[in-house]
C-alpha cells in the first residue's frame, strides 16, 4: 500500500478555483488507480472523479466539465483541479489509491489520505 497526504484545500469564493494534491509515498506509484472522493456533513463520501494507471479518466456527472483529474508519475502526486466552485462543492476531499480501478471506483480502495477541507462560500 501507499500513504496519501492531501494538500491545497480551503475556503474560496463561489466560481473560484483550487488544485487539490494528493502526494503518495511507497514504491511503484506508477501501478496505483488513484480517485477523488468527498464527504460533506450529513452525506455519504462520494466519488468525484477517478484516473486510471494509463491516465483514462472518469468524473461524477456534478463535476463535469469543471473538475479534472491528473497524475505526475515522477512526483508520485494526483491533482484535482476544481473551477467554477459552487457551495454545494463544499466537503471533505479524499484521495484513494489502489492497483485496482474498480475498487477505486467502489470506493473499497486500499489506501486513503485524512482529507483536505474545501469550503465555498461568500
Known amino acids: 500500500q501507499v500513504q496519501l497526504v492531501e494538500s491545497g484545500g480551503g475556503l474560496v469564493q463561489p466560481g473560484g478555483s483550487l488544485r487539490l494534491s494528493c502526494a503518495a509515498s511507497?514504491?511503484?506509484?506508477?501501478?496505483?488507480?488513484m480517485g477523488w472522493y468527498r464527504q460533506a456533513p450529513g452525506k455519504q463520501r462520494e466519488l468525484v472523479a477517478a484516473i486510471t494507471t494509463d491516465s483514462t479518466t472518469n468524473y461524477a456527472d456534478s463535476v463535469k466539465g469543471r473538475f479534472t483529474i491528473s497524475r505526475d508519475n515522477a512526483k508520485n502526486t494526483v491533482y484535482l483541479q476544481t473551477n467554477s466552485l459552487k457551495p454545494e462543492d463544499t466537503a471533505v476531499y479524499y484521495c484513494?489509491?489502489?492497483?485496482?480501478?474498480?475498487?477505486?471506483?467502489?470506493?473499497?480502495?486500499?489506501?486513503w489520505g485524512q482529507g483536505t477541507q474545501v469550503t465555498v462560500s461568500s
Open positions: 484513494n489509491a489502489d492497483p485496482s480501478i474498480l475498487a477505486v471506483v467502489t470506493g473499497t480502495g486500499g489506501s
Open positions: 511507497g514504491r511503484d506509484f506508477s501501478i496505483y488507480a
